[in-house]
T-cell receptor
Framework: AQTVTQSQPEMSVQEAETVTLSCTYD???????LFWYKQPPSRQMILVIR??????QNATENRFSVNFQKAAKSFSLKISDSQLGDAAMYFC??????????????FGTGTRLQVTL | SQTIHQWPATLVQPVGSPLSLECTVE??????LYWYRQAAGRGLQLLFY??????ISSEVPQNLSASRPQDRQFILSSKKLLLSDSGFYLC???????????FGPGTRLTVT
């Protein structure tokens, strides 16, 4: 079974600074997808970024980027120029790649990010 | 893009009462649909998923059931709620080979 581990329960960053959230996962599969989701106080899960395991290039979405190390099974999220609106719970998630069928997201336990002035 | 609706937003129910949570999806057809539950301060746990009308798969045996009467409608039910059913319930929709799951706003259920 796949597992996702987020070892940082809480992180803090000053506005305009950069922060990196860590995530490691365990799987025996070679093809899969990794995601970072943001959960603000409203509790709606918002997709931040996606990474395909077969792609070596790290995904980037505006101020959000990932450092994907497939051999190390590591998938960290870097937030640049942090803004107050970035304060939220961040979840790392894993999904098997199985074309045409449903498959669950396996989530980590989350990292609460605080953004200070 | 997809829009996922859930209702009710908040629900307080006594132990032993029935439950019906509804999820509807706009902006796509034939999505894979998922019900997740999130306990306080925890990650999400998959409860059910569906790949089409009438097709339901259960991840965790428990007091709940799910149905998909229409392509873009997913319902979570219980005949008799338990205290342990309290939590935040999220519906998600997935369409296409991107495997991105988009979530609704959730339902906060408190069983008293």
């Amino acid at each position: 079974a796949q597992t996702v581990t987020q070892s940082q329960p809480e992180m803090s960053v000053q506005e305009a600074e950069t922060v990196t959230l860590s995530c490691t996962y365990d799987t025996s599969e070679s093809d899969y997808y990794l995601f970072w989701y943001k959960q603000p106080p409203s509790r709606q899960m918002i997709l931040v970024i996606r990474q395909e395991a077969y792609k070596q290039q790290n995904a980037t979405e505006n101020r959000f980027s990932v450092n994907f190390q497939k051999a190390a099974k590591s998938f960290s999220l870097k937030i640049s120029d942090s803004q107050l609106g970035d304060a939220a719970m961040y979840f790392c998630a894993y999904r098997r790649a199985n074309t045409g069928t449903a498959s669950k997201l396996t989530f980590g336990t989350g990292t609460r990010l605080q953004v200070t002035l | 893009s997809q829009t996922i609706h859930q209702w009710p937003a908040t629900l307080v129910q006594p132990v032993g009462s029935p439950l019906s949570l509804e999820c509807t999806v706009e902006g796509t057809s034939n999505p894979n649909l998922y019900w997740y539950r999130q306990a306080a301060g925890r990650g999400l746990q998959l409860l059910f998923y569906s790949v089409g009308i009438g097709q339901i798969s259960s991840e965790v045996p428990q007091n709940l059931s799910a149905s998909r009467p229409q392509d873009r409608q997913f319902i979570l039910s219980s005949k008799k709620l338990l205290l342990s059913d309290s939590g935040f319930y999220l519906c998600a929709s997935e369409r296409g080979s991107s495997y991105e799951q988009y979530f609704g706003p959730g339902t906060r259920l408190t069983v008293t």
